[in-house]
């Protein structure tokens, strides 16, 4: 039998592991900020109809820059953040907001050109990164998880990236950036800076996006996801905003006919029912406020939220905590700062049985019936 270690593999991803956040079969899945609300019938119908509206052409490719449904999420952004003023040319969009970050580093990374970003943050952008062929730079987060204007331009400053990550609010730790630390990043940064802003939908109210600095910065690219607050994780569907040079950019990397007939009606059709999907960030952000109290009234550490999850600790070894909620059917993201967990916030039944569980595993109850098969995995991304 071959192994790995017999092909002639690129010797920069030898001793690599593949992504995996571990997909367990579990009664309350809270380990992927996923919305835990599924599509109503009317819309599985809608996208069912959708589907079969594009399935008698699909001996053809589809629209190679997916224009329609570049403009339906052009027009989607100016309800969420009006004064972006946005147009089809300056949105951009692909399979999931992971295509779109792999693409900006294929434009402007590659050998020999540095990545930099802060962590702890989204483990995809320096994997992303690395398999780009680029260097990655961590300049870390602040202690409180926030990020300081001067150190951050102090970090630009040193290592004079082509390519700057800010997340906000960031994953995993909830934290939204003041547009101040964005400005000075940009007017400091020789390359271009990604605002990731895949949880921007359930920000907390008075907290601005990115998309308001696009207008006079061209080398501001902002990205969002239909995966997290939009409902629609398993279409696959990530976008950007940007000057109309940078998308030009991104033409000369992407795969011909790289969005499919199928997940661009999809997409639209999602669109079309924004109002529904978008219905349940409501109950997700009061949700979300609920659980941070709680665990505080409980005596944690909690990092302030402006996303659908919540990173909590400490835990001198949180492996066993993490292994004791999975023993009682809870999945949870062991991610993050060494004595920290995070869990997406779910329905108010799935936060029930998370607060359940945590005060048994804190009581050191042992679990009624340890559901079986949990043999689970927990792994250091996403
Ligand atoms: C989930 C996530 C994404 C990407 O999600 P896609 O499903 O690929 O769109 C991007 N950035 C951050 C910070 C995320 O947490």
Known sequence: ???????????DLR???PYGAPQLDVPYALNTNENPYPPSERLVKAIGEAAMGVAGTLNRYP????????????????TDTPAAGLTVERVWAANGSNEIIQQILQAFGGPGRTALGFEPSYSMHPIITAVSGT???????????????ERAVAAVEEHRPDVVFL????????????????????????????????????????????????????????TRTMSKAFAMAGARLGYLAADPAVIEALLLVRLPYHLSAVTQAV?????????????GVEALRRERDAVVGWLRAEGFRVADSDANFVLFGTFPDRRKVWEGLLGRGVLIREVG?????R????????????????????????????????????????
């Open 63 to 78: 629209d190679r820059d997916a224009v329609a449904l570049r403009a339906d999420l052009a027009a989607f952004l100016n």
């Open 337 to 341: 700062p060494p004595e920290w967990l």
């Open 167 to 222: 997340t906000s609010p960031n994953n995993p730790t909830g934290t939204a950036l003041p547009l101040d630390a964005i400005k000075a990043v940009l007017a400091a940064a020789p390359g271009v800076v990604v605002v990731d802003e895949a949880y921007a939908e359930f920000r907390r109210a008075g907290t601005p996006s990115a998309l308001t600095l696009l207008d006079g910065h061209p080398r501001l690219i902002v």
């Open 343 to 382: 869990v997406s916030v779910g329905t108010p039944g799935e936060m029930a049985a998370f607060r359940t569980a945590l005060q048994q595993v804190r009581g050191g109850t042992t679990p009624r019936t340890p559901p079986a098969g949990f043999a689970g995995n927990s792994e250091e991304s996403l």
């Open 1 to 11: 039998m071959t192994s790995l270690n017999d092909l002639p593999l690129r010797d």
């Open 267 to 279: 997409a639209r059709t999602a669109l079309a029912h924004g109002e529904e999907l978008l219905g």
């Open 15 to 17: 001793g690599r592991e």
């Open 135 to 149: 260097r990655w730079v961590n300049a870390f987060r602040d202690e409180d998880f926030g990020l300081e204007p």
